[in-house]
């Protein structure tokens, strides 16, 4: 079974608005960890951010953050103020009983000027 | 810059050739992690090593291996190698052994093209 799912192939955002990437996952365990990796045209994968199951806030990094619902399994991806920068595949992916980091299809972001 | 390093960054061979990546990673980081990355899989991982001993299998076929050294830089061999497996490799790094609260540290790739 698909441990991680990305619906949305690709998206288009005006620079300077916020844009949320949709990220939705499976697990039956109650620890895990789950993680948002930015891979632009150059190929390189970049770590983003982090949140851990038990964590009762949701994880920010200046401009990401992560809008966790537990109880819906989504770990969404909010990108604020879009930069011409933050053109690139974004990567929703999860640890979990197994320690491997399983990422979903990704999705394509498109800042438009 | 993650701080993990991967050689080389391309590779073009033929078929039916052998090849080696190469990847170092962060200063103080313990595990290695292989992963493929193809347009038609996606990001599969392949295998795991933690302090020099193998520590989880993913989708790796029989005719790769990999290995970690004692100054724990990787090794991915890939052998008798097929058009299939034209894909983008990464090696990841981290501190521990893995686990939900591991954070993996991306090396930039090696783009392996099998003509």
């Known amino acids: 079974a698909q441990k991680i799912t990305q619906t949305q192939p690709g998206m288009f955002v005006q620079e300077k608005e916020a844009v949320t990437l949709d990220c939705t996952y499976d697990?039956?365990?109650?620890?895990?960890?789950l993680f948002w990796y930015k891979q632009p045209s150059s190929g390189e994968m970049i770590f983003l951010i982090y949140q851990g199951s038990y964590d009762q806030q949701n994880a920010t990094e200046g401009r990401y953050s992560l809008n966790f619902q537990k109880a819906r399994k989504s770990a969404n991806l909010v990108i604020s103020a879009s930069q011409l920068g933050d053109s690139a595949m974004y990567f929703c992916?999860?640890?979990?009983?197994?320690?491997?980091?399983?990422f979903g299809a990704g999705t394509t972001v498109t800042v438009r000027a | 810059d993650s701080g993990v390093t991967q050689t080389p960054k391309h590779l073009i061979t033929a078929t039916g050739q052998r090849v080696t990546l190469r990847c170092s990673p962060r200063s103080g980081d313990l595990s290695v992690y292989w992963y493929q990355q193809s347009l038609d899989q996606g990001l599969q991982f392949l295998i795991q090593?933690?302090?020099?001993?193998?520590?989880a299998k993913g989708n790796i076929l029989e005719r790769f291996s990999a290995q970690q050294f004692p100054d724990l830089h990787s090794e991915l061999n890939l052998s008798s190698l097929e058009l299939g497996d034209s894909a983008l490799y990464f090696c990841?790094?981290?501190?521990?052994?893995?686990?939900?609260?591991?954070?993996?540290?991306f090396g930039s790739g090696t783009q392996l093209s099998v003509l």
């Open positions: 697990t039956s365990d109650p620890s895990y960890g």
């Open positions: 990841a790094s981290s501190v521990g052994q893995g686990g939900s609260n591991e954070k993996l540290f």
């Open positions: 992916a999860m640890t979990d009983d197994d320690y491997k980091l399983s």
């Open positions: 090593y933690y302090n020099g001993e193998e520590r």
